[in-house]
């Protein structure tokens, strides 16, 4: 009995399989290394001190796959190759709907070929759109999504929900992120962007380092309690330990499910500017500029759903998120090398 990882060598994905050793799994990985470091997954083998098979493999490779499962007897596939640059994703949306949505489906046709029917899937607070209220709960209206990448998980949620209702045997738990940040308290691990990052937390601890001159916070006349977003970021450790308690879950569950893995706390740019500095003993120099476009004021979720039915909850605060994130940059200045 094994979990198979897609993904397994990226941000979320190395956190995840080190829970999942821990928790007791039995793992294989693939990934294709498009937007990650082989030395990654060395790390993980390190800190859990076991090690597990790995499969340099795309998603859309078909037979690449069927080797996968010839080889082993994988129960259920924790799902999180793909491709997430909001920007790039307006820029190709052939790439991201070939990535994202044709690889997700040449995915369950091969699980379906090999009788492996569950998966937990990596979707995003993004399918919730522009319309919905904060706290966001997992019964809001999803599809008003503004960009490719967010229609991606929208179209995948909806495909994955149609396969529950078409063959009660699936079993489908989707994960509806919100900002994960952070990094293994160890700081071996972490978020290692190509180019300039385009998410706040990573911007952030690259200014720290003095590889940016400054923040540029993105409007300061939104109307939350300070002017800027409000996003509710989680610590992308608790986020792997969601993965494992939707493992659990979906071993013993059919059907489709969504839940929302947040804090359920909104933290502003500014918030969390400060709480960094304060932490770290790091200056993070910022200068207010226009808003970005397709930005909204306010995101953060009701984890009530995944308290009640998963067991889980985040035990890590903004602190914990700022610490690890400066670890592992402070550790890694150029990343995984
Ligand atoms: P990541 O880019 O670090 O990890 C994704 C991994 O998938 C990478 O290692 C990449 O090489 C691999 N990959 C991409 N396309 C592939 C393919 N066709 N075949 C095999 N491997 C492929 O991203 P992440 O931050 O770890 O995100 C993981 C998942 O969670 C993604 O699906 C992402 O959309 C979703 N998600 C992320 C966030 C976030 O803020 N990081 C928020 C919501 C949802
Ligand atoms: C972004 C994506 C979203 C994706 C999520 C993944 C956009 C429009 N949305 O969401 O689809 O699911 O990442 O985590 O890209 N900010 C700054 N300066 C910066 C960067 C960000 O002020 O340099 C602000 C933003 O305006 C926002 C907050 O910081 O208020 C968080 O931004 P970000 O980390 O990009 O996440 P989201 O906007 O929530």
Known sequence: MAILITGGCGFIGSHTCLEMMSAGYDIVVMDNYYNSDPIALERVR???????????????????????FEHHTIDAVIHFAGLKAVGESV????????NNVGGTVTLCEVMAEYGCKRMIFSSSATVYGMGNPSPLLETYPTGAVTNPYGRTKYVIEE?????????????????RYFNPIGAHESGQIGENPNGIPNNLMPYVSQVAIGKRPFLSVFGDDYDTPDGTGVRDYIHVVDL????????????????????????????????????????NGVPVPYKVVARRAGDIATCY???????????????????DMCRDTWKWQSQNPDGFC
């Open 301 to 319: 979720s009701d984890p009530t759903k995944a308290k009640e039915v998963l067991h889980w909850v985040a035990e890590k605060d903004l602190e």
């Open 46 to 68: 390190a800190l859990a001190g076991r090690d597990f098979p790995f499969y340099e493999c795309d998603i859309r490779d078909a037979d690449g796959l069927r080797n996968i």
């Open 159 to 175: 495909i994955l929900k149609d396969l529950c209702v078409s063959d009660p045997e699936w079993s489908v738990v989707l994960l």
């Open 91 to 98: 820029q190709k949306p052939l790439e991201y709907y070939d």
């Open 240 to 279: 792997a330990k969601g993965h494992v308690k939707a493992t659990d879950y979906a071993l013993e569950n059919a059907g489709a499910e969504v839940f929302n893995l947040g804090t359920g706390k909104g933290t502003s740019v500014l918030d969390l500017v400060k709480t960094f500095e304060k932490v």
